[in-house]
Nanobody, 125 residues
Framework: VQLQASGGGLVQARGSLRLSCAAS????????MGWFRQAPGKEREFVAT????????YYADSVKGRFIISRDNAGNTGYLQMNNLTPEDTAVYYC???????????????????WGQGTQVTVSS
């Protein structure tokens, strides 16, 4: 499956952005989806994940209550709604997909099979 992330940009603190992840090539509903981010000089970190049928979501503590992950399997697209952004959220955001046979919560980058190219999110203070 090929992934294309979009929606990043420059936003002021306390603002919002919605990232999209368009999937193509294979049945999107067979894949768990996740979002990760990488800030300059830091390792890639888990942000959020959603199971195949969108029944279960899971978030990193740093974004819980502010970010919402969702997906539209019919439209082959995943989303990350980011609210109340802070400068600490500045990073390149990556969407990822993992082929799974059951609903699984995947928070480790190595569990994901496919990655998008990343989209830059910059939050100014």
């Amino acid at each position: 499956v090929q992934l294309q992330a979009s929606g990043g940009g420059l936003v002021q603190a306390r603002g919002s952005l919605r990232l999209s992840c368009a999937a193509s090539g294979r049945a999107f509903s067979n894949y768990a989806m996740g979002w990760f981010r990488q800030a300059p000089g830091k390792e890639r970190e888990f942000v959020a994940t959603i199971t195949r049928t969108a029944g279960i979501t899971y978030y990193a503590d740093s974004v819980k209550g502010r970010f919402i992950i969702s997906r539209d399997n019919a439209g082959n697209t995943g989303y990350l709604q980011m609210n109340n952004l802070t400068p600490e959220d500045t990073a390149v955001y990556y969407c990822a997909a993992a082929f799974v046979r059951i609903s699984e919560i995947l928070t480790t980058a190595s569990r994901y099979d496919y990655w998008g190219q990343g989209t830059q999110v910059t939050v100014s203070s």
